[in-house]
């Protein structure tokens, strides 16, 4: 809704608010079909938010949606820690860290599926202890991406593989603002939602371990057997020191920015020290209106990124106002009957709402009541459906070109890897977390498995048999 209260109204009455979306489809298709980076999708978001000005009834109330879609925090989070993520991993590679890392990796034979699987679990580790998908992408892409293509991994299977596990802790971690979001909107206590998802979490990262396993070394290539230099340089491990002051200041729940910011810090302090890298190796003033170096190519490298987050969230304002997030609560409430079609409503409705927002958490907030409502009426219970949200959430919002768990994947693994192409097409068809996840959830629908799940139950009947 915009702010005095109106939503924001569209020429060709109630198909007229689809009308950005389906542009921005249409070019997604373009751009996948294509295979293009991620410039073919700036195109589509663009394209999208300039070709549907026509349709709106009132302009000005459309660029107030645009821009209340980019004063969004998550997007000036994203978008700064894109860009200091990228001078991070730059600084790394340039100092030759990559390629000794692939080296010992590929002396050890560690190399293809077992890598890969190996990087998923170390990913889940990660995001279990920071709670953060966006955050793991950031500190893993660099590093083990690259390493892992160079070790005989598939690309979009080792982009999936990092994503999945970056996905797996945000959907489990007690400390994940899914979990929060989830269990706070459904009045369930944390420890019974972690223990209930549990059942549905765990399993299908047994199932995603052993995919990455059988099948993330089919069509990759080690790059020592391509003719790669590969020679390694036991000097540039020090500059580990990057990635592992990101990851102990966000174990300890510092600002993803100033993480980051440390990170990038050290590894010019380091890489200055060793004598890896010469001040004019980052930072180059050459005359004639130029710059260069590490840092400024780092940045401009990054940009193509920022600006498709400029129009995923510029069209994500317009979608909002629009009243589609209202139209979604409506149509859950009237299409929910049953308790199978009650929990198909409400997988549906946060994975919409996901797609819509851009962010899994805000949807199970701005639904929460409208799920306690029609979850009740049917008997499901608190837990059952703060897991239906989660896991829908988890599932649904990654498997769309558009949402930060496929584009920001997208843009560090082409900014990782010189050469390789993967666009955010590529990262969704390889998530295979969010894959088998929907593959769980018609099978927790259809047949019901961990519907009675109630810690509550089970908690009173031991209290009662110890009475006795």
């Not at 290539?221 to 340089?233: K, R, V, Y």
């Not at 590490?294 to 498709?308: H, K, L, P, Q, Y």
């Amino acid at each position: 809704m915009s702010e005095n209260g109106k939503k924001l109204d569209f020429r060709l009455g109630e198909f007229g608010r689809f009308i950005p979306v389906i542009i921005a489809i249409i070019f997604i298709v373009i751009a996948g079909i294509n295979q293009s980076n991620v410039n073919g999708y700036v195109i589509a978001f663009f394209v999208a938010v300039i070709a549907s000005v026509p349709f709106a009834k009132k302009q000005q109330e459309y660029g107030e949606a645009v821009v209340t879609g980019l004063t969004r925090p998550i997007f000036c989070i994203i978008s700064v820690a894109v860009i200091l993520a990228s001078i991070a991993g730059k600084l790394v590679s340039s100092a030759g860290l990559i390629h000794t890392l692939a080296a010992f990796v590929i002396k050890a034979k560690f190399t293809g599926g077992l890598f890969a699987a190996t990087s998923f679990v170390i990913c889940c580790i990660l995001s279990m202890s920071t709670g953060t998908s966006v955050g793991t992408n950031i500190i893993s892409f660099p590093i083990l991406f690259p390493v892992g293509v160079m070790a005989g991994v598939h690309p979009g299977f080792m982009a999936g593989a990092l994503v999945s596990g970056a996905l797996f802790g945000d959907n489990l971690a007690p400390i994940s603002d899914t979990t929060i979001a989830s269990a706070g909107s459904q009045h369930a206590d944390m420890g019974g939602v972690v223990r209930t998802r549990v059942w549905y979490s765990v399993p299908v990262a047994i199932a995603v371990f052993f995919v990455e396993l059988l099948f993330a070394g089919r069509g990759g290539q080690i790059a020592g057997e391509a003719g790669a230099d590969l020679t390694p340089n036991p000097l540039s491990l020090v500059m580990l020191i990057a990635p592992i002051v990101i990851m102990i200041l966000c174990f300890m729940r510092k600002h993803l920015i100033v993480a980051l910011s440390y990170g990038v810090l050290s590894g010019i302090i380091v890489g200055l020290a060793s004598g890896l890298f010469k001040f004019s190796d980052i930072f180059s003033y050459p005359g004639g209106f130029k710059v260069g170096g590490i840092f400024i190519d780092a940045i401009t490298g990054s940009a193509g990124t920022v600006m498709m987050l400029y129009g995923v969230f510029a069209l994500l304002g317009i979608m909002e106002k629009s009243g589609l997030v209202d139209l979604v609560g409506e149509k859950l409430a009237k299409v929910a009957r049953g308790v199978r079609g009650t929990e198909v409503s409400i997988v549906l409705s946060v994975g919409i709402m996901a797609w819509i927002t851009g962010v899994i958490a805000v949807g199970m907030v701005a639904l929460g009541d409208t799920i306690i409502k029609i979850g009740e009426r049917v008997g499901i219970n608190k837990y059952r459906r703060a897991n239906l949200m989660d896991c829908g959430g988890i599932a649904l919002a990654a498997l769309v070109p558009w949402t930060v768990h496929t584009v920001l994947p997208a843009q560090l693994a082409a900014s990782s890897v010189e050469g390789v192409s993967i666009s955010p097409t590529n990262v969704l068809t390889h998530n295979f977390y969010s894959i088998i996840m929907l593959i769980m959830l018609i099978i927790m629908i259809v047949t019901g498995y961990g519907r009675n799940n109630n810690p509550e139950l089970s908690s009173n009947a031991e209290k009662a048999a110890s009475e006795e």
